[in-house]
């Protein structure tokens, strides 16, 4: 999508063509309607880079089963920070903050460079290892920062047995778009990053 300024919101989509498999994606033509603003403030210039080695500084794109995920994240103003991941089956997992922690987001202090989901650098810290039943298959994660406080969207533990309980807390894809629509309305400085992540056997 390309709009001059920032898409907040898909009020109705019709699908023109697909969807169809092709080259490692699915491909859909679809017309959207939908909410979007000019603009009107600056935004924190956020750096990020996903990774599977708390020593690696280049950013991922392609993962292998069984690698370790890690978030490393700065930014020039303190805030708080929520990143979520979006699996092929549209189950949205609150990565963090983590789920031993009260608060509703990750606070983030200003100029300080973070590891996340590394346990040796916040006790707290859940960590994460990537897997696919498939033979590849795309996630997307979802990097939200704002310099203004804001807490994570309703969830719920998994835990219908005890591997379910092993993940992180969830709510479904449509349940996340609203509350993202919701908070960019309310917060022009909010920052939302998505990134696709593949997964490959």
């Known amino acids: 999508i390309s709009v001059r300024g920032e898409w907040i919101e898909t009020i109705k989509q019709t ?46 794109k392609h993962f292998r089963n069984g690698d370790d995920l890690f978030l490393r994240f700065s930014s020039p103003v303190a805030g708080s920070l929520c990143v979520y991941l979006v699996d092929t089956e549209g189950i949205a997992y609150c990565l963090l903050p983590y789920q031993l922690t009260q608060t509703g987001c990750q606070s983030i202090e200003a100029n300080r460079d973070y590891i996340l989901f590394s346990a040796q650098h916040d006790k707290l810290a859940d960590e994460y290892t990537l897997n696919t039943q498939y033979s590849s298959e795309h996630n997307t994660l979802f990097i939200v920062f704002s310099p203004n406080q804001f807490t994570k969207a309703k969830d719920k533990q998994s835990g219908k047995n005890w591997q379910e309980e092993q993940l992180p807390r969830q709510l479904t894809y449509e349940e996340l778009l609203k509350w993202l629509a919701r908070n960019q309305t309310r917060d022009e400085q909010m920052i939302v990053r998505r990134e696709i992540i593949s997964i490959s056997k």
């Open 15 to 60: 699908i023109l063509e697909g969807p169809y498999f092709k080259d490692g994606f699915w491909h859909v033509k679809v017309y959207i309607e939908g909410r979007a603003r000019n603009h009107s403030v600056e935004k924190a210039a956020i750096q990020y880079a996903i990774v599977n080695d708390v020593d690696d500084t280049a950013p991922r």
